[in-house]
């Protein structure tokens, strides 16, 4: 210890260097857990105004920033310590990574002269600890001296937010972080976001087809929801080309349901399927037209498809098309700036004909199935759910249906689709809380629950107004109806599980159980309160009918 920090001083050092980056670029909040060689950077939190949000697993810390990302449209930035800290997150960033939702990780690392693969022996070592992260990240960065931080963090900065967003990586060794530095204050960075046009070419080609189209339909992925005005250019060239729009699941609310042209998000269904296999023309914006939204893999096109995206290995990675590398709302505002302006009539539609014959279709289709339980507890909770709140859903049977069934009204719909990991619910809904000051609803199933269960001391500690509603199936529900399905029985899917009830008040966390007939009610009551509060509703849920074999 220094003879200034022996008096109580402190001299600047490579900590407090990444904190004043963070916050000349506007970082407001951070998540994360301390470490042993991350102690410099989180010691640096003290001398700054920035938030700290302290999570109890590293992956549920991954996953609060994403959600605070996705319900604030700031870049979530979390603070990871080495080896086992810096791994456990891992899941958590492979979802951000495949929904494209910008986050930048500061990850502290071993002393420089254990780095390279040496063999020490130092605590947390890992021969690359980069190479563990470069899966689940656009870029990772290793900072060697003080002097570099500033501009490593600024590029990450920029390139998490550049069109496809998502996660970028930043290490700083524990030795730069404790180091006295000489470098100035940090006041100012410059982060420049970098636009992603289509080459004009490719407009002119996409809008002559477009015009010539007599049975265009739009599908409306993500990439359109997290363009900045996505939305608006969506619905202007929707209503020039008198174009049905399809939501998949991350596009879900990028046309409202209410629209005459919202042929809603039933994408497993074979309705949707054909629809969009029909067109003529078809316009998919910000999908990979991957497994689910291609209704497991069987959506073969007929016409000719047009694919924008600016992720470059997405385009024709499933299907042939004239493919547009570009931001979403700049390519959709370059094609409807190439079409002739004209009023649209939703009286007089055609698209709005077809979206409201498909929405019709898909009802009867399931009003055949006995669904009346499944149905019944999506539309308690959308009754019960304020029309602006944000909601976060686990990979959950209740999930699954909100895929489809969902309406977001005027909130956000988030889910873990991206990537398909347990545990996402909660935790993203509780940090959403944080960042956003509103309630959120967080769904997960009991096998979900148990993922992020410890988070429920998070919401606790910053008072997060988060409502948790746990559907107690007695064990992965999906899994044992995949299994039965598949195999005639289910193995390793039932679950001995905690009373949610008892254990969240241990946590000093309201909690009630519902029944089907009370859900609504209580869940109501619930966005009425202060602090987080957990329901809990114990029943069995089936998914609709597979249309993808019919």
Same mark, same amino acid.
């Given at each position: 210890?220094?003879?200034?920090?022996?008096?109580?001083?402190?001299?600047?050092?490579?900590?407090?260097?990444?904190?004043?980056?963070?916050?000349?670029?506007?970082?407001?909040?951070?998540?994360?857990?301390?470490?042993?060689?991350?102690?410099?950077?989180?010691?640096?939190? @003290?001398?700054?105004?920035?938030?700290?949000?302290?999570?109890?697993?590293?992956?549920?810390?991954?996953?609060?920033?994403?959600?605070?990302?996705?319900?604030?449209?700031?870049?979530?930035?979390?603070?990871? @310590?080495?080896?086992?800290?810096?791994?456990?997150?891992?899941?958590?960033?492979?979802?951000?990574?495949?929904?494209?939702?910008?986050?930048?990780?500061?990850?502290?690392?071993?002393?420089?002269?254990?780095?390279?693969?040496?063999?020490?022996?130092?605590?947390?070592?890992?021969?690359?600890?980069?190479?563990?992260?470069?899966?689940?990240?656009?870029?990772?960065?290793?900072?060697?001296?003080?002097?570099?931080?500033?501009?490593?963090?600024?590029?990450?900065?920029?390139?998490?937010?550049?069109?496809?967003?998502?996660?970028?990586?930043?290490?700083?060794?524990?030795?730069?972080?404790?180091?006295?530095?000489?470098?100035?204050?940090?006041?100012?960075?410059?982060?420049?976001?970098?636009?992603?046009?289509?080459?004009?070419?490719?407009?002119?080609?996409?809008?002559?087809?477009?015009?010539?189209?007599?049975?265009?339909?739009?599908?409306?992925?993500?990439?359109?929801?997290?363009?900045?005005?996505?939305?608006?250019?969506?619905?202007?060239?929707?209503?020039?080309?008198?174009?049905?729009?399809?939501?998949?699941?991350?596009?879900?609310?990028?046309?409202?349901?209410?629209?005459?042209?919202?042929?809603?998000?039933?994408?497993?269904?074979?309705?949707?399927?054909?629809?969009?296999?029909?067109?003529?023309?078809?316009?998919?914006?910000?999908?990979?037209?991957?497994?689910?939204?291609?209704?497991?893999?069987?959506?073969?096109?007929?016409?000719?498809?047009?694919?924008?995206?600016?992720?470059?290995?997405?385009?024709?990675?499933?299907?042939?098309?004239?493919?547009?590398?570009?931001?979403?709302?700049?390519?959709?505002?370059?094609?409807?700036?190439?079409?002739?302006?004209?009023?649209?009539?939703?009286?007089?539609?055609?698209?709005?004909?077809?979206?409201?014959?498909?929405?019709?279709?898909?009802?009867?289709?399931?009003?055949?199935?006995?669904?009346?339980?499944?149905?019944?507890?999506?539309?308690?909770?959308?009754?019960?759910?304020?029309?602006?709140?944000?909601?976060?859903?686990?990979?959950?049977?209740?999930?699954?249906?909100?895929?489809?069934?969902?309406?977001?009204?005027?909130?956000?719909?988030?889910?873990?689709?991206?990537?398909?990991?347990?545990?996402?619910?909660?935790?993203?809904?509780?940090?959403?809380?944080?960042?956003?000051?509103?309630?959120?609803?967080?769904? @997960?199933?009991?096998?979900?629950?148990?993922?992020?269960?410890?988070?429920?001391?998070?919401?606790?500690?910053?008072?997060?107004?988060?409502?948790?509603?746990?559907?107690?199936?007695?064990?992965?529900?999906?899994?044992?109806?995949?299994?039965?399905?598949?195999?005639?029985?289910?193995?390793?899917?039932?679950?001995?599980?905690?009373?949610?009830?008892?254990?969240?008040?241990?946590?000093?966390?309201?909690?009630?159980?519902?029944?089907?007939?009370?859900?609504?009610?209580?869940?109501?009551?619930?966005?009425?309160?202060?602090?987080?509060?957990?329901?809990?509703?114990?029943?069995?849920?089936?998914?609709?009918?597979?249309?993808?074999? @019919?």
């Amino acid at each position: 210890m220094s003879d200034s920090a022996a008096r109580g001083g402190h001299r600047r050092n490579g900590g407090d260097v990444v904190v004043e980056t963070l916050t000349a670029l506007g970082t407001s909040t951070v998540f994360g857990i301390p470490g042993q060689h991350a102690l410099g950077l989180f010691d640096a939190l @003290s001398r700054s105004e920035l938030h700290f949000v302290s999570s109890r697993v590293e992956n549920n810390s991954g996953f609060g920033a994403d959600g605070y990302a996705r319900a604030t449209g700031e870049v979530g930035v979390l603070f990871l @310590s080495t080896g086992p800290g810096a791994l456990t997150a891992l899941a958590a960033l492979q979802e951000a990574y495949a929904t494209g939702v910008p986050l930048l990780v500061i990850s502290s690392q071993i002393p420089r002269s254990g780095l390279g693969g040496a063999r020490k022996g130092m605590l947390h070592q890992l021969d690359d600890q980069r190479a563990s992260a470069s899966n689940v990240t656009k870029s990772t960065a290793l900072v060697r001296e003080a002097s570099q931080i500033p501009s490593a963090i600024a590029a990450a900065w920029a390139l998490a937010q550049t069109a496809p967003a998502g996660p970028t990586w930043v290490e700083v060794p524990q030795d730069v972080l404790l180091e006295v530095t000489h470098v100035p204050p940090v006041r100012t960075v410059s982060a420049p976001i970098p636009a992603v046009p289509p080459r004009a070419e490719l407009a002119d080609a996409a809008a002559a087809l477009l015009r010539s189209a007599e049975r265009p339909v739009i599908l409306a992925g993500g990439g359109v929801r997290r363009s900045a005005g996505g939305a608006e250019a969506l619905l202007r060239l929707a209503e020039l080309l008198d174009a049905p729009v399809v939501s998949t699941v991350g596009g879900k609310g990028a046309i409202a349901f209410e629209h005459p042209l919202s042929a809603a998000s039933w994408i497993e269904d074979r309705f949707t399927t054909e629809l969009l296999e029909n067109a003529d023309v078809l316009l998919a914006v910000g999908t990979s037209m991957g497994e689910v939204t291609s209704n497991y893999f069987t959506f073969a096109p007929r016409g000719t498809l047009i694919q924008v995206d600016a992720e470059a290995r997405v385009l024709e990675s499933n299907h042939e098309a004239l493919a547009l590398h570009s931001d979403a709302a700049l390519a959709l505002a370059a094609i409807a700036e190439r079409l002739p302006e004209r009023a649209f009539d939703a009286e007089r539609s055609r698209g709005a004909v077809i979206a409201a014959e498909l929405r019709l279709a898909v009802e009867q289709r399931l009003a055949g199935q006995g669904l009346e339980r499944e149905l019944g507890v999506l539309a308690d909770i959308r009754s019960a759910v304020p029309a602006d709140a944000q909601t976060f859903w686990d990979m959950t049977i209740a999930g699954y249906w909100a895929w489809s069934a969902w309406n977001p009204l005027d909130g956000a719909f988030h889910s873990a689709q991206g990537a398909g990991g347990l545990g996402f619910g909660f935790p993203a809904a509780l940090a959403a809380a944080i960042g956003t000051g509103r309630r959120t609803l967080a769904v @997960s199933g009991d096998g979900g629950a148990m993922y992020s269960i410890a988070e429920l001391a998070t919401a606790r500690q910053h008072n997060s107004a988060v409502t948790w509603l746990i559907i107690d199936d007695g064990g992965y529900g999906i899994l044992r109806e995949y299994m039965t399905d598949a195999f005639g029985q289910a193995t390793a899917t039932e679950l001995s599980r905690p009373d949610f009830v008892a254990l969240a008040a241990a946590f000093d966390v309201p909690a009630r159980e519902a029944t089907l007939d009370t859900l609504g009610e209580v869940l109501g009551e619930s966005f009425a309160t202060q602090g987080p509060t957990v329901v809990v509703l114990k029943t069995v849920l089936r998914m609709f009918a597979p249309t993808h074999l @019919s």
